[in-house]
């Protein structure tokens, strides 16, 4: 069986000095604006246009559940867990059809919030491919390789 990404990011080695991704992107305050930023490009950009439509039209509600997933995620509080559980990403997402072009899209925006927000460029990195690892392994189409270690 395969294991699940780690859902909570290693604390990152930065000089002498250890600190959380909570730490290092400033806190609260930039992850809800990163979480923001993320949704305005998913309403936005045409090529997010089928993961769009997976979505309620109203997007504040699970724009707020991506924030505390993303908080607890980088380090900070864990009020997403009290409040839903564990996060249990891909059988929460198993009803949406999500292949490649889905998580290449979700990607798009992702990035393009990270390049507004981020400033530390290997945090920028770092996570990047925090959420690359996380985008694919939700993925539930056939050409999931994840499926084929079970």
């Known amino acids: 069986m395969h294991a699940q990404p780690s859902l909570i990011q290693p604390v990152a080695v930065t000089g002498n000095a250890r600190a959380t991704h909570f730490e290092r992107i400033g806190g609260a305050e930039p992850i809800a604006l990163l979480a923001e930023r993320f949704y305005h490009h998913m309403d936005t950009q045409p090529e997010a246009a089928a993961i769009r439509a997976m979505h309620p039209a109203d997007l504040t509600p699970v724009r707020k559940v991506l924030e505390l997933f993303l ?80």
Not at 133 to 150: C, L, P, S, V
């Open 71 to 150: 908080v607890e995620w980088m380090g900070g509080s864990k009020d997403y867990s009290a409040m839903r559980g564990h996060p249990r990403l891909r059988m929460r997402h198993m009803e949406f059809p999500l292949g490649v072009a889905a998580r290449d899209a979700w990607m798009n925006c992702m990035r393009a919030a990270l390049n507004e927000v981020v400033t530390d460029a290997e945090l920028k990195t770092q996570l990047e491919a925090a959420f690359f690892k996380t985008a694919d392994f939700i993925r539930n189409q056939q050409e999931n390789h994840h499926d084929n270690d079970r």
